[in-house]
């Protein structure tokens, strides 16, 4: 049984794994926070500069927060942890009386994620609020404050909605540092067996007689697949906040890599229907067809500019190494 010690972050689960023991995480696996709390795999993100305003601004949040629900703020960065289950812990962004606050910055882009009308927050999110609900059964109610860079959005659960979701959490939870305890190595997301298990049950003229060796190939394929949607939302992030820093301007270097955000080429598009319902004598002597309104637009070129409009070039993001 390891010593609980709230600077050790080895010692407790933390809401960071939240996603990945619940099995809802994009970026992290169960496998992974298996490895790290059991010492296979170091894990960190460096301090970047979302994680520096998203530090910065919580203060401002919650003041504004306190201010526009005329509450008291007081817990912040507070250490609570389960009873029954002492490891199951981490430091809770403020509260005011049983209400849990929560706080989270983004951009204008991912805030589309949390949606105030529906009230509703990415699963990841979500399961790092029912992790702070389990730990401290005197939240009856959160509040997750969304800073967009434009505005807060509020966004709020109760106890009694969440309840579900924390006891199935909790039961994962437990089974989890079970395995970190005993050092037993959690399963991958679909094992051999699984496929094994879906080949059997096809019709008896439908078998196929696959080697064994093969079948945990199938498995990685299917975990790699997994592995390939995580990294493309991550590229997609990435590339919105290397939009962020180049602005209106055409590109921006770092380190080694160059990355553009240009226009392409305006394309023009002429309104030849307009062209010939204005013109009818002239349109009368091509005939009226599509490709003779053409020809008509291509003989009469200052007609036709004033029926032309531009169709400015989509702005393409592209990666290259700089010289």
Known sequence: MREINEKDRLSYLGSTWAG?????????????????YTGRKEYSVPLNWA????????????????????VTIDGRQEFVQNKQYPWLAGHIDGRAGSVLLEVKTTNSFRSKQFDEDEQDIPADYLMQICHFMACDESFMKVMVCVDDSMQIK???YTREELQPLIDDYIKNAVEFWRMVEEDIEPPLAMSADDVK????????DDI???????YQSLADIVNLKAQKKQIETLIADYETKI???????????????????????SSYSIDYDAMISDNVDLAELYQKTQIDAIAMAKDNAELAALYTTEVPGSRVFRISKSK
């Open 154 to 156: 509020y966004i709020e």
């Open 243 to 265: 939009k962020q820093l180049i602005g209106d301007h055409s590109g921006v270097i770092i380190g080694d890599t160059r990355f553009t955000w240009k226009n392409n080429k």
């Open 20 to 36: 990945a023991v619940q099995g809802v995480s994009q970026y992290k696996s169960k496998w992974l926070a298996w490895a790290y």
């Open 208 to 214: 196929v007689t696959i080697e064994d060796e093969e």
């Open 51 to 70: 994680m520096e305003r998203g530090i910065a601004l919580e203060g401002v949040i919650l003041a504004k927060t306190e201010e526009s629900f005329g």
């Open 197 to 204: 298990a879906e080949f059997r049950e096809a019709k008896d």
